[in-house]
């Protein structure tokens, strides 16, 4: 079965660190970009970041740059988000999504596969 | 306040049609054709209903079409059922290198 699996969510403390993983299957994971975007309880969606398939390349929004980490392990089909120096405001719904358009950004990135997400609240 | 602007709320009755717009500008929704729109129900994940404007994955309704005018692109949705009631979210990649999310519009069926 083609799916994305999130993990690693739970409540930090303000300024505490939290890593995400993503755990794909059913599909070439190394052959596409990946991305994570949230959602803030009763909030809209905000993308957060995007990887290339090897990668090599990673973008990021500005409301987590230099605080958020992207990155993946092609030998265990899993994309990861490294977030740290965590604020009130990253309290969210966090979802792996995949671009399938192929390994490479690119420009115009969507989304055709999503998971069912994972919380993250960061309350003292 | 999200960088694309969509309504809050729209509604229609079983069988019509309704267009839920989403704003934004030059350096997005103007710039390129990269507008996506997905929808999402309540405690689901968002699910992809148009790419690149006017592109329908496989396995979504015809009944949903997308279109672009300037720095304005629409979602429509005809024929409306009870199943379409959710939320629906515009996208779209930027001069940037990032992608943005419209607010959000809660679609009811009357």
């Known amino acids: 079965e083609v799916q994305l699996l999130e993990s690693g969510g739970g409540l930090v403390q303000p300024g505490g660190s939290l890593r995400l993983s993503c755990a794909a299957s059913g599909f070439t994971f190394s052959s596409y970009a990946m991305s994570w975007v949230r959602q803030a309880p009763g909030k809209g969606l905000e993308w957060v970041s995007a990887i290339s398939g090897s990668g090599g390349s990673t973008y990021y929004a500005d409301s987590v740059k230099g605080r958020f980490t992207i990155s993946r392990d092609n030998s265990k089909n899993t994309l990861y988000l490294q977030m740290n120096s965590l604020r009130a405001e990253d309290t969210a719904v966090y979802y792996c999504?995949?671009?399938?358009?192929?390994?490479?950004?690119?420009?115009?990135?969507?989304?055709?596969?999503w998971g069912r997400g994972t919380l993250v609240t960061v309350s003292s | 306040q999200s960088a694309l602007t969509q309504p809050a709320s729209v509604s229609g009755s079983p069988g019509q049609s309704i267009t839920i717009s989403c704003t934004g500008t030059s350096s997005d929704v103007g710039g390129y054709n990269y507008v996506s729109w997905y929808q999402q129900h309540p405690g689901k994940a968002p699910k992809l209903m148009i790419y690149?404007?006017?592109n329908r994955p496989s396995g979504v309704s015809n009944r949903f079409s997308g279109s672009k005018s300037g720095n304005t692109a629409s979602l429509t949705i005809s024929g409306l059922q009870a199943e379409d009631e959710a939320d629906y979210y515009c996208?779209?990649?930027?001069?940037?290198?990032?992608?943005?999310f419209g607010g959000g519009t809660k679609l009811t069926v009357l």
């Open positions: 996208s779209s990649y930027t001069s940037s290198s990032t992608l943005e």
């Open positions: 999504a995949k671009d399938p358009r192929g390994q490479q950004l690119g420009t115009g990135w969507y989304f055709d596969l």
């Open positions: 690149e404007v006017s």
